[in-house]
């Protein structure tokens, strides 16, 4: 069983959600507040977190910063009901995995929602034995497991922070433009989210690097974007 936190104050979405995220597949806990929702999300204990973006009392924005402050890992996925780029890019800069916009349909929500948490839990077969472990200096990244470890310290990742650090890892000395790292992590074929890999190359590094101004594993390749030490 999945358990997903709902965080939306419109009724008739939650009674929707209630009716396809149900037992004995998912346990939906819905809020109609921000800031319970924060608190419920802050435990650790969901799978996946959907957050609306306009919310009465902290929106779905601050909602989504805390989590990612206080390293929550848990897949966030967040409802919009605006059409601006600049709400979904910020969404995703913040730690936010994807995005739906209102009004949606719920087989689309339906797949997103399957597509983060599998993701999240994705462990590949027929891995060569001596290819399930990335050891560089004093990282550990687990390829079966999905955890990285750094001087024996599990690393708290989000879903994409790790799919971003894997990438570059089975890739050293590759140079990844963003435009590049946006379509092989986020699956996003359209420019304009550019940032959005540049605030989690910053997270990363801030949770793997001893030194941001002398990074030791994600390396900038100037004018072209990022590559893993090789």
């Known amino acids: 069983m999945k358990n997903i936190l709902l965080v939306e104050d419109d009724p008739e979405i939650v009674k929707l959600l209630q009716l396809h995220y149900k037992e004995p597949n998912y346990l939906l806990t819905a809020t109609n507040s921000g800031k319970i929702g924060l608190e419920k999300a802050l435990s650790g204990n969901f799978d996946l977190i959907i957050l609306d973006l306009t919310l009465p009392d902290l929106d779905g924005m601050e909602i989504c910063k805390g989590i990612r402050e206080h390293k929550v890992s848990s897949a966030i996925l967040m409802l919009t009901s605006k ?3 600049i709400d979904k890019v910020l969404a995703l800069e913040l730690g936010a ?3 739906v916009t209102k009004p949606f349909g719920v087989r689309e929500l339906m797949a997103r929602s399957k597509a983060l948490i599998r993701r999240a839990e994705q462990v ?9 472990e990335i050891i560089v200096k004093d990282l550990v990244i ?3 497991l999905r955890k990285a470890s750094l001087k024996g310290t599990r690393l708290d990742l989000t879903p ?9 890892a089975t890739n ?3 140079s990844f433009t963003r435009q590049e790292l946006l379509e092989q992590v986020w699956g996003y074929t359209f420019s304009g989210y550019e940032h959005t890999v540049t605030a989690h190359i910053n997270r990363l590094r801030i949770k793997i690097e001893t030194e941001l101004d002398q990074p030791e594993y994600i390396l900038t390749s100037w004018g072209v974007g ?5």
């Not at 590949?124 to 399930?132: D, F, L, M, R, S």
């Not at 994409?160 to 570059?168: A, I, M, N, S, V």
Request: aromatic letters at 12%; charged letters at 35%; zero cysteines.
């Open 97 to 99: 995995d994807d995005y």
């Open 83 to 85: 059409s601006e780029e």
């Open 172 to 174: 050293p000395g590759k």
């Open 160 to 168: 994409k922070e790790f799919d971003l650090l894997l990438l570059l």
């Open 124 to 132: 590949p077969q027929n891995v060569p034995e001596q290819a399930k």
């Open 142 to 144: 687990d390829r079966n």
């Open 226 to 230: 990022y590559r893993f030490i090789g």
